[in-house]
Structure formats: structure tokens, C-alpha cells
């Protein structure tokens, strides 16, 4: 049972372009989102997160927008550069007692920026 | 500020055989939880430990346990290895200790079972 789920395994933009990274969950009681950027070789990236108290929360160059009705979360990078090529993971956790340190990660998707 | 530090970052042991994975903590981090990726599973919890108390676990046999010191650092052994422990093991550090609070990973252990 996929609690998280990344639909798309890879997605190719031009630089400079808008970049829009999905992500849905089947779970209600998420309640704490977060996106994670990888590189080869590396551990997951700490990007931006949200609570569902909010429906978009803002860094930079990225935003992440929560649909909770639709349990749905996306990540906005604009523009996008070269250097943003990546695979990156959505993941939740839930508000229960038993939730400390465990959060559930989408498969991850390949994010390529062309010059 | 040093990130999380994870020791060390190859290992490759034979069935049958027990392995100690090693895991520092950003400074002042004092939860510390556990990771394992493979390109089936994807990355799944294992572990969490907060104040040397264990106060979450994963869905993982009896083989995998950890630990934490007083000092935050933490350590993941794995006994009687099996070919499917073959993955990448994430430590990750987070400073708060509530739920929705980010984590912060190392680089990893990778290791492989022959």
C-alpha cells in the first residue's frame, strides 16, 4: 500500500522554465509535507516543507502548494536551472503518536534541466 | 556547521555475517532515525531514537537494531546479513523533537551482501 505516490518517473525541462513536481497521498491523517532533492551518491536534500494549516509555503526559488481536499501537493521551481537536475522525493508524516522520526517518502521523480 | 556524518560509506560482508553502521548528528540534534533505500522499496523507516530512547520502529525483522549514545551518535546493526540487506543506509538528524520538524540526512553506508 503506496501511501505516497509520485506519478510521474521523470520530467524534462528547458531552463529557465517552470519545473512542477506532483505528488499525491492517500493517508488523512498527513499532516506535515516535505520535498527532498537527491543526487547521485548523496543523501535526500531538505528542500522546503508544509503543514496542512497552509495551502502554499514559499523559499526562493520554490514553493510548495498543498490541496488537502485533493490530498495533493506539488513543487513550484522557478526558473529552473541546470544544476536543479535531481531526483526528488516527496514525503509526509502524520500527527499520531508513533510518527516521530518516520516519514512516509513518494518513489522519487528524475528531474532533468536542459541548458 | 558539520552535516550528518555517516561511517563508513562502503561495506561489503558475506551472508551470515553482522554489521555495525556508525552515525553522527548535526551538533545539537538530539533525534537521530534510520533509513534503508533500494531501488524496490525505495527509502523506508527503520529506527528512531530520541534522548537514547527508541521511540519509533519500522516494519523490519528483529535483526536490525540500533542505538543511541549520550552524546546523540548513533549506531544500526544488522546480524545474520541477508543478500536482500544489500542497500543504501540513510542516517538523518532532526533538532526538535516533534514530529514535524525536518530531517536533515547523511550521505549514507552503502553495503553490500555477497
Known amino acids: 500500500d503506496q501511501q505516497v505516490k509520485q506519478n510521474s518517473p521523470s520530467l524534462s525541462v528547458q531552463e529557465g522554465r517552470i519545473s512542477i513536481l506532483n505528488c499525491d497521498y492517500t493517508?488523512?491523517?498527513?499532516?506535515?509535507f516535505l520535498w527532498y532533492k537527491k543526487y547521485p551518491a548523496e543523501g535526500p536534500t531538505f528542500l522546503i516543507s508544509?503543514?496542512?494549516?497552509?495551502d502554499k509555503n514559499e523559499d526562493g526559488r520554490f514553493t510548495v502548494f498543498l490541496n488537502k481536499s485533493a490530498k495533493h501537493l506539488s513543487l513550484h521551481i522557478v526558473p529552473s536551472q541546470p544544476g536543479d537536475s535531481a531526483v526528488y522525493f516527496c514525503a509526509a508524516n502524520d500527527a499520531g503518536g508513533t510518527s516521530y522520526g518516520k516519514l512516509t517518502f513518494g518513489q522519487g521523480t528524475i528531474l532533468t534541466v536542459h541548458p | 556547521k558539520a552535516g550528518v556524518t555517516q561511517t563508513p560509506r562502503y561495506l561489503i560482508k558475506t551472508r551470515g555475517q553482522q554489521v555495525t553502521l556508525s552515525c553522527s548528528p548535526i551538533s545539537g540534534h538530539r533525534s537521530v532515525s534510520w533509513y534503508q533505500q533500494t531501488p524496490g522499496q525505495g527509502l523506508q523507516f527503520l529506527f528512531e531514537y530520541f534522548s537514547e530512547t527508541q521511540r519509533n520502529k519500522g516494519n523490519f525483522p528483529g535483526r536490525f537494531s540500533g542505538r543511541q549514545f549520550s552524546n546523540s551518535r548513533s549506531e544500526m546493526n544488522v546480524s545474520t546479513l541477508e543478500l536482500g540487506d544489500s542497500a543504501l543506509y540513510l542516517c538523518?538528524?532532526?533538532?526538535?523533537?516533534?514530529?514535524?520538524?525536518?530531517?536533515?540526512f547523511g550521505n549514507g553506508t552503502r553495503l553490500t551482501v555477497t
Open positions: 493517508n488523512s491523517m498527513f499532516d506535515y
Open positions: 508544509i503543514s496542512s494549516i497552509k
Open positions: 538523518a538528524s532532526s533538532i526538535q523533537s516533534s514530529y514535524n520538524s525536518p530531517l536533515h
